[in-house]
């Protein structure tokens, strides 16, 4: 089974601030079947990111995947107040396995 | 707009079966999609339960395999989850979710429902 582990678990940041989340494999993840999901509290996660960089149809560009094989990176690029939410990488090459997921809170 | 609805029983005694379905709507089951649960203890993360295509053709998660069966019926378009020997552990809100056309990630959600194992 391919874990996968999200840092940090929580990242304490500023509208306007740029958001960085990583997630790492054990190991390497098949053809990039990895992606990043939104979940606000009460709400279903929601499809941000598939393959690590095609955004969801819907999704602002703000928001970016990017990396390959075992380490994954979800950029925000200037918060909004409505992205403080947590966020899940899941990869879907292997079975499927969700990341334990990242807190993004307002500071 | 494809829509999924979760329903089932909100309480399961210990030891029990978990029983839940999962109503499709705005398309259908039958296209070229994987449909899967998910699901989330309250305070913690997501765990992948087990896909089905309409087919029938599953795969589910090895550390819930022995106790998971998930089955489809195409003329209700619908699918279902059993969840059988259940335990405190089991207690989550469970989602369904469709495995997107173009790549299988879980492009569309349903509301979730919340299941509670309590005798």
């Known amino acids: 089974e391919i874990v996968l582990t999200q840092s940090p678990g929580t990242l304490s940041l500023s509208p306007g601030e740029r958001a960085t989340l990583s997630c790492r494999a054990s190991?390497?993840?098949?053809?990039?079947?990895l992606a990043w999901y939104q979940q606000k509290p009460g709400q279903a996660p929601r499809l941000l990111i598939y393959?690590?960089?095609s955004r969801a149809t819907g999704i602002p560009d703000r928001f970016s995947g990017s990396g390959s094989g075992t380490d994954f990176t979800l950029t925000i690029s200037r918060l909004e107040p409505e992205d403080f939410a947590v966020y899940y990488c899941q990869q879907y090459g292997s079975s499927r396995t969700f990341g334990q997921g990242t807190k993004l809170e307002i500071k | 707009q494809v829509q999924l609805q979760e329903s089932g029983p909100g309480l399961v005694k210990p030891s029990g079966t978990l029983s839940l379905t999962c109503a499709v709507s705005g398309g259908s089951i039958s296209s070229s999609n994987w449909w899967s649960w998910v699901r989330q203890p309250p305070g913690k993360g997501l765990e992948w339960i087990g896909e089905i295509y309409h087919s029938g053709s599953t795969n589910y998660n090895p550390s819930l395999k022995s106790r998971v069966t998930i089955s489809v019926d195409k003329s209700k378009n619908q699918f279902s989850l059993k969840l059988s020997s259940v335990t405190a552990a089991d207690t989550a809100v469970y989602y369904c979710?469709?495995?997107?056309?173009?790549?299988?990630?879980?492009?569309?959600w349903g509301q979730g429902t919340m299941v509670t194992v309590s005798s």
């Open positions: 393959g690590a960089s």
């Open positions: 979710a469709r495995g997107a056309t173009y790549d299988d990630a879980f492009d569309i």
């Open positions: 190991q390497s993840v098949s053809s990039s079947y």
